[in-house]
């Protein structure tokens, strides 16, 4: 895993505001938790060594786990995650999103499977998740895959970056 910047200082949330802020403002009141002010830090990785998987399970993928520590009142993470994508047959690449060896709910869980990609293409696709709330302390989030079907998916540039109070 090579780290792009372990550790981002957001002041009053500009810089995650001013980039995400209509759409994050948007899930985040549609689903009644209310406003998004700020975040306090982000840890950002990425990795640019081609992986595959043809596993039906969900697996780790590899070098897309993050450790990151909250603080203050119970809150939700926000977990962005993307990809150069490729399959093999007639795979499709599955995501879901697991922190503190939790599936957390919405896209990816057992009730709304997600594919981020499927077809022959190279592509970049990803997903950002909102996580179940989570109380103040360590936390290890990662993204797991699956293919769903007969095939391969292949990931190879991919970043994952975790924005937290």
């Not at 948007?26 to 700020?38: E, K, N, P, Q, Y």
């Amino acid at each position: 895993m090579r780290p792009i910047t372990k550790i981002i200082c957001i002041v009053g949330g500009f810089v995650a505001m001013a980039v995400f802020g209509a759409g994050l403002a948007l899930a985040v009141s549609s689903s009644g938790s209310g406003r998004v002010g700020a975040f306090d830090s982000a840890a950002a990785y990425g990795e640019q060594d081609l992986v595959c998987t043809s596993s039906s399970a969900y697996v780790d993928m590899p070098s897309m786990t993050v450790t990151f520590t909250t603080h203050g009142p119970p809150n939700p993470a926000i977990v962005l995650f993307q990809g150069e994508w490729h399959v093999k047959g007639s795979a499709i690449a599955a995501l879901r999103l697991v922190i503190d060896n939790v599936v957390q709910t919405g896209p990816g869980d057992n009730n709304s499977p997600f594919a981020a990609h499927s077809g022959s293409r190279y592509e970049t696709n990803g997903f950002n998740f909102i996580s179940n709330t989570l109380r103040s302390g360590s936390h290890t989030a990662k993204i797991q895959w699956a293919t769903g079907s007969a095939g391969q998916a292949s990931v190879n540039e991919r970043t994952m970056i975790v924005l937290h109070r």
